[in-house]
């Protein structure tokens, strides 16, 4: 009788004790867990960008600039810029080179690339200009820059007339086939002076970009050159005169995104930004008026 007495209480207590752990078994969730924030998969970076400039030499240290000012902007965007003369970036556009943006310092070397410009203007029928894309991005000013010191005294382009007429001044060029050679032989033409005839008596040299000329002057290897007045500030030259709309017309620099571009897009936000406020304050700071 007492055997069975503590079987029964046994069996009581385990009966009790299994109710007691059924009790505490958690239901099993059929939700799907919502991904925090940590375990979520992180954006994939902007895809790196390489776009090449084609622009005037005159253009270097302000657009060097503003590429390094840009990077803020579009990060992932890298700028490869080519700097030389606006005829010899025309011909290598046409020859094919890769090219996204091209910013000439005359508009007769992107007319020559425009096919909307007229056959006198593009003989060739080139179709290298996006349409819609081009603007007068600059204005720029023909300067004659003298030596520190301007050893021959000239004050003006009056007298640099009459020292190139009696032999008595050397003038650095440009080339015919660039923008400041081209300007310069109007400034020529406005005085009635021969050019070939002041070339054969020596008084002038020539270099096939504008930054070739402002070395020449910066070197004394001349008594003056005919630059652009941003070449002759970025150098430290003075300025001896400027020449007027009437001696050579207006200094306009058009730009444009190319056809051949691979990111038009992309071309013409940096050239949106090349017209925009902050690189407008870097081209005026040196002497380029801004046409927006």
Same mark, same amino acid.
């Given at each position: 009788m007492?055997?069975?007495?503590?079987?029964?209480?046994?069996?009581? !207590?385990?009966?009790?004790?299994?109710?007691?752990?059924?009790?505490q078994?958690?239901?099993?969730?059929?939700?799907?867990?919502?991904?925090?924030?940590?375990?979520?998969?992180?954006?994939?970076p902007?895809?790196?960008?390489? !776009?090449?400039?084609?622009a005037?030499?005159?253009?270097?240290?302000?657009?060097?600039?503003?590429?390094?000012?840009?990077?803020?902007?579009?990060?992932?965007?890298?700028?490869?810029?080519?700097? &030389?003369?606006? *005829?010899?970036?025309?011909?290598?556009?046409?020859?094919?080179?890769?090219?996204?943006?091209?910013?000439?310092?005359?508009?007769?070397?992107?007319?020559?690339?425009?096919?909307? $410009? %007229?056959?006198?203007q593009?003989?060739? *029928?080139? %179709?290298?200009?996006?349409?819609?894309?081009?603007?007068?991005?600059?204005?720029?000013?023909?300067?004659?820059?003298?030596?520190?010191?301007?050893p021959?005294?000239?004050?003006?382009? %009056? /007298?640099?007339?009459?020292?190139?007429? %009696?032999? #008595?001044?050397?003038l650095?060029?440009?080339?015919? &086939?660039?923008?400041v050679?081209?300007?310069?032989?109007?400034?020529?033409?406005y005085?009635?002076?021969?050019?070939?005839? !002041?070339?054969? $008596?020596?008084? !002038? #040299?020539?270099?096939?970009?504008?930054?070739?000329?402002?070395?020449?002057?910066?070197?004394?290897a001349?008594?003056?050159?005919?630059?652009?007045?941003?070449?002759?500030?970025? /150098? *430290?030259?003075?300025? +001896?005169? #400027? +020449?007027s709309?009437?001696?050579?017309?207006?200094?306009?620099?058009?730009?444009?995104v190319? #056809?051949?571009?691979?990111?038009?897009?992309?071309a013409? +936000?940096?050239?949106?930004?090349?017209?925009?406020?902050?690189?407008? /304050?870097?081209?005026?700071?040196?002497?380029?008026?801004?046409?927006?």
């Amino acid at each position: 009788m007492k055997r069975n007495f503590f079987f029964i209480l046994a069996l009581a !207590l385990a009966m009790l004790l299994g109710l007691s752990g059924c009790g505490q078994t958690q239901p099993i969730s059929t939700e799907v867990p919502i991904e925090t924030k940590e375990s979520s998969v992180p954006e994939t970076p902007a895809e790196e960008i390489e !776009l090449i400039v084609f622009a005037a030499a005159s253009m270097t240290e302000t657009l060097d600039q503003i590429i390094e000012q840009y990077r803020s902007v579009a990060p992932n965007v890298r700028i490869r810029p080519n700097y &030389d003369s606006s *005829g010899t970036l025309k011909t290598q556009i046409a020859e094919g080179a890769e090219v996204d943006l091209f910013i000439s310092a005359a508009p007769k070397q992107m007319n020559a690339l425009d096919a909307s $410009a %007229d056959a006198e203007q593009n003989p060739e *029928g080139l %179709d290298y200009v996006r349409q819609g894309s081009r603007v007068n991005l600059l204005e720029n000013k023909v300067a004659l820059a003298v030596p520190e010191g301007n050893p021959k005294g000239i004050t003006g382009y %009056d /007298a640099l007339a009459e020292g190139l007429r %009696d032999g #008595t001044v050397l003038l650095a060029m440009g080339n015919g &086939d660039v923008p400041v050679g081209q300007y310069t032989q109007k400034i020529l033409a406005y005085y009635e002076l021969d050019e070939a005839a !002041l070339a054969d $008596a020596g008084c !002038l #040299t020539y270099g096939s970009n504008v930054k070739e000329v402002t070395t020449q002057v910066s070197e004394a290897a001349v008594d003056c050159g005919i630059i652009y007045a941003t070449d002759a500030f970025s /150098a *430290g030259l003075a300025v +001896a005169d #400027t +020449a007027s709309a009437e001696m050579c017309g207006q200094v306009i620099y058009p730009a444009a995104v190319m #056809t051949v571009s691979r990111h038009p897009e992309a071309a013409q +936000a940096f050239l949106d930004y090349l017209r925009g406020p902050e690189a407008s /304050a870097v081209f005026a700071a040196v002497g380029f008026t801004p046409l927006g």
